[in-house]
């Protein structure tokens, strides 16, 4: 299991911008999967956004040209560019990670490791 510490959330007005961090100790060049998941009161969690051990990356529709994914391997650390934030964005986001090339079955990533996660607060 990795170690991974998320930042960043806040509260906004819809419309405006947030940028969520993830950072860790472990070589994020070794965590084939790296992706950010959301879960709101009352609401099952939802991926967001993630890479795939090929690089590739993948979002929800529901975030699809507003959120970008990014990694940075020199500072150990996962991002999430977040813009025209709406309340539907309300929750907690968690970072997750897995050290496996076998971490994506099915076009989906399968994770060992997870944040505790930041809260994300969009007002009307």
């Known amino acids: 299991q990795v170690r991974l510490v998320e930042s960043g959330g806040g509260s906004v007005q819809a419309g405006g911008s947030l940028n969520l961090s993830c950072a860790t100790s472990?070589?994020?060049?070794?965590?084939?999967?790296m992706g950010w998941f959301r879960q709101a009161p009352g609401k099952e969690r939802e991926g967001v956004a993630h890479?795939?051990?090929?690089?590739?990356?993948f979002y929800a529709d529901s975030v699809k040209g507003r959120f970008t994914i990014s990694k940075n391997n020199a500072e150990r650390t996962l991002y999430l560019r977040m813009k025209g934030l709406t309340p539907e964005d309300t929750a907690v986001y968690y970072c997750?990670?897995?050290?496996?090339?076998?971490?994506?079955?099915?076009?989906?990533?399968?994770?060992?490791?997870w944040g505790q996660g930041t809260q994300v607060t969009v007002s009307s």
């Open positions: 472990y070589d994020t060049r070794a965590l084939f999967c």
């Open positions: 997750a990670a897995h050290p496996s090339l076998d971490c994506w079955r099915g076009g989906s990533p399968i994770y060992d490791s």
């Open positions: 890479f795939s051990p090929a690089g590739n990356d």
